[in-house]
């Protein structure tokens, strides 16, 4: 798995301009973007029906100065997107990247929903942590599976293949050019396919436990829940190649997965007011640094388990989302008028819940700060009726990868770009840092999308289509 196979290009015939290797949003979009570009493009899916870790996601997109926002009345500046993503990665990406793909993902958000029918809008009604104003967009479910569903329907229009059930073993090198790969089908047949560019989105490698105890063993006993076949094959492929990597401990975690259900309740049950206590009632940290953060510290507690608290207003508001609805449904919401009746359907002890909630109403009330650094000024009051889910702390997904350049060309460690060779999605380093503190919510689809667009446009120059690179 994950080979290079040296090649004589002259007896290697190229079957398409452009070879997507991964049909995630990052692989679609590059797709949709190289096939308008002028090239014949095929797109290569391990699975039956591409769904990837994009399925699984909220699907939300973060964009500044979209007409989404104008639309709602939203005033936002890409400088201030940037500037939000450099802080929560503590100054560590490259300025240029984040300035880069901030500039790139409007357009690439605007050009779906005008060529291709995406319904996006913008989410109006709460503030991601970290982020200075409301830019999330999503389509109507809120849903990942929903953003599959419409790219996949927006290729499939295009008619752009789709060979599913495809798993790229090898990478074929001509000297420093990629020019194709090779498939292994379920039968156990190979195939052989060439192209004159390559975009890498098969993501990072979440899906791939040695690759996820070497770079981040904080997590190597937790959940992952993102998409199983992302093993890490870019990554490899590009180490074989010579390719530039950065952050690879880098990663989005979630510190809020519903369990044993695991379905993801969303964190604006925190932003809105909401608490985690541990199995005893108790707090064990500021949940308003972010939920990727909150991963390692919920697997930290007794059983590696926590409850998010919340009430009915904040169910109202997380009721937009398909997953909370699901986890309704299943029965992971834990509900009660009194705190006492909800402790008791939490099995954690009352007086304990009782201390806890009523600390939180006292600094709510003063808009103090705790003893974790939260800083509860201006947080709403919980009322009856009173929430809570049971959660465990899950990786989501990887953030580090190969490094690109401003057209996603793969970057070799001697710091020139392979001129065939593109990646995007979780395939590249991402633009938050080394640890899961720098993971700004939205990061995972702003490269997606934006080195997607940018991957499928280069790919389809360096295959010759379209206006000269
Ligand atoms: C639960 C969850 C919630 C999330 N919520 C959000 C969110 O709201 N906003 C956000 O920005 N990000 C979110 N993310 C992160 C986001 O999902 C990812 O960053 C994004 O989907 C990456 O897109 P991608 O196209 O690179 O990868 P994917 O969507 O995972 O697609 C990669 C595809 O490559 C295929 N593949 C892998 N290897 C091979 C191979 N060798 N040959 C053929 N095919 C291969 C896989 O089967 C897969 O279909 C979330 C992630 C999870 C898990």
């Keep these: 798995m994950a080979e290079i196979e040296a090649v004589d290009g002259a007896g290697f015939e190229a079957g398409c301009d452009v070879l997507v290797i991964g049909a995630g949003a990052a692989g679609l979009i590059a797709a949709l973007k190289a096939q308008e570009a002028g090239a014949t493009v095929l797109v290569v899916e391990r699975d039956a029906v591409a769904r990837g870790s994009t399925a699984l996601s909220a699907g939300l997109v973060p964009a500044a100065e979209t007409r989404f926002q104008r639309e709602a009345g939203i005033a936002d500046s890409k400088a201030g997107f940037a500037a939000d993503i450099l802080a929560k990665a503590h100054g560590e990406p490259d300025p240029e990247a984040v300035a880069l793909v901030v500039d790139q993902v409007g357009g690439v958000l605007e050009w779906l929903a005008d060529r291709h029918g995406l319904p996006f809008s913008v989410i109006d009604n709460f503030t991601y942590p970290g982020h200075s104003a409301r830019r999330m967009h999503g389509l109507p479910s809120r849903s990942g599976a ?44 190979e195939d052989r396919i060439g192209c004159k560019a390559l975009v890498l ?16 063993p904080a997590l190597k006993d937790a959940l992952y829940f993102g998409h199983p076949g992302n093993r890490g094959d870019a990554l490899l492929w590009g180490e074989a190649l010579g390719a530039a990597t950065r ?5 989005q975690g979630h510190g809020s997965v519903a369990h044993p259900h695991g379905i993801l309740i969303t964190w604006a049950t925190i932003t809105e007011g909401g608490i985690q206590v541990n199995r005893d009632g108790v707090r064990f940290a500021n949940e308003a640094r972010g939920y990727s953060e909150s991963a390692a510290a919920v697997i930290a507690e007794p059983d590696g388990i926590a409850f998010t608290i919340f009430d009915g207003r904040i169910a109202a508001i997380a009721r937009q989302f398909e997953d909370f609805r699901a986890a309704e449904t ?18 954690v002890p009352e007086a304990a819940l009782a201390a806890t909630l009523g600390e939180i109403a006292a600094l709510k009330t003063a808009g103090a700060t705790d003893r974790f650094g939260r800083d509860f000024a ?12 049971k959660v465990t702390g899950a990786l989501f997904h990887t953030q580090g990868g190969l490094v690109v350049d401003d057209r ?59 206006a000269p690179a």
Excluded: K, W
């Excluded at 201006?378 to 889910?389: C, D, F, I, K, M």
């Design 408 to 466: 996603a060309r793969v970057m070799r460690r001697d710091g020139r770009p392979f001129e065939t060779l593109f990646a995007a999605g979780g395939a590249a380093c991402g633009v938050s840092g080394a640890d899961a503190g720098g993971y700004l919510s939205g990061n995972g689809l702003l490269t997606a999308f934006a080195y997607g667009a940018l991957a499928g446009l280069g790919a389809a120059r360096a295959a010759g289509a379209g």
């Design 247 to 251: 952050h690879l401990s880098g990663h």
């Design 146 to 189: 929903e953003l599959m569903d419409r790219l996949r329907t927006a290729a499939e229009a295009a008619g752009i293949d789709i060979v599913t059930e495809a798993t790229a073993t090898t990478l074929f090198a001509d000297g420093d050019r990629i020019v194709g790969a090779g498939l292994l089908r379920p039968d156990g047949a």
């Design 330 to 347: 299943a029965g992971a919401v834990l509900t009660a008028d009194t705190i006492a009746g909800l402790a008791g359907r939490m099995h």
């Design 378 to 389: 201006g947080v709403a009051q919980l009322a009856p009726p009173y929430a809570a889910v």
């Design 201 to 216: 989105a098969c993501n990072g490698y979440g899906g791939n436990p040695d690759l996820v105890a070497a770079h981040i």
